[in-house]
């Protein structure tokens, strides 16, 4: 399934691979560093689909790196100072993972994937219009869709096997999980970097509705964003200008396969359902919209 314009899956000889995840593929290097290289898969409603997004992996890489050297003042990230020449030297094979490979440092991922949301949306307006709460934690009456927050709020949740939905947690159960002190980290840090993130982001015309992050510690206990950051798979981004209250915007995320996926005949089990050409390079178009409108002339 890979073409020269797509890669739905990386095939590194000179590295061992670890593990393949919904996105990304990762190598391991040596006891301190590994690659990850991100390719075009998507995943919707947790579920692999059988189809790249051209174009999709780069355009997440140069965003994430763009959002990790703009963040780094609140929180270290695992990217390594060693270029992709140095642990893939063979020219033809480097081809295939330039643009979208990066060396990060080995870090012990956290339990949890810390959510941050600055809008009512989604699985939070369903959970509002239900308990008057998301995720447990009480709202104002009377809030309409894609409503601003009052201000942001952290609604954790665990990280689910392969193929399984993520679950939504309180605090409290972050605490068993992580400690009180590592706990209160995370959640500070999310809240911090999302409340930079989307002021930024306005600047440039768009919206940062909720976003989710990951954690890492190193041997020393140093708490590190690793993964992704703030990237339209991590984050749900609307045009500004198109912004209502009261109906669900457009976005630069994958939305726009969700909902075609949602006229379909589908239970959203695996395997999912190969999407039209003209569905992938919309949501193609998307990413690099976003990308474009972030960091242009930075």
């Given at each position: 399934m890979n073409t020269p314009e797509a890669l739905y899956q990386s095939s590194l000889s000179s590295l061992p691979l670890i593990a393949r995840g919904k996105v990304r593929d990762i190598y391991d290097i040596d006891d301190q560093t590994m690659l990850i290289v991100t390719t075009d898969r998507l995943s919707a409603f947790d579920v692999i689909l059988p189809d790249p997004i051209p174009g999709k992996g780069r355009v997440?890489?140069?965003v994430s790196n763009f959002w990790f050297e703009k963040l780094q003042a609140i929180i270290p990230n695992h990217l390594a100072a060693i270029p992709l020449e140095q642990v893939v030297p063979d020219a033809a094979e480097r081809a295939q993972v330039e643009g979208r490979a990066i060396v990060v440092k080995k870090l012990r991922p956290l339990p949890v994937e810390a959510i941050v949301r600055g809008y009512l949306i989604g699985s939070g307006w369903k959970d509002y219009q239900k308990t008057g709460a998301i995720c447990g934690i009480p709202l104002p009456e009377g809030l309409e869709q894609a409503q601003q927050l009052p201000e942001a709020i952290y609604t954790p949740s665990t990280?689910?096997?392969a193929g399984q939905h993520d679950e939504n947690v309180s605090f409290e159960k972050t605490v068993e999980l992580m400690?009180?002190?590592l706990a209160g980290q995370v959640r500070d840090a999310s809240l911090k970097l999302?409340?930079?993130a989307a002021a930024y982001a306005k600047t440039r015309g768009i919206i940062i509705a909720d976003t989710k992050f990951e954690f890492g510690l190193d041997n020393d206990g140093v708490l590190y964003l690793i993964d992704e950051a703030l990237t339209p798979d991590s984050s749900r981004f609307w045009p500004a200008?198109?912004?209502r209250v009261g109906i669900s915007p457009p976005s630069f995320d994958k939305q726009y396969v969700r909902d075609y996926l949602e006229t379909l005949d589908w239970d959203k089990t695996a395997p999912g359902p190969?999407?039209?050409a003209d569905v992938a390079?919309?949501?193609?178009a998307k990413y690099r919209e976003a990308e474009t409108r972030l960091t242009q002339d930075t």
């Open positions: 997440l890489t140069r990280k689910a096997a400690g009180q002190a999302y409340t930079e200008d198109q912004y190969s999407l039209p390079e919309f949501c193609a």
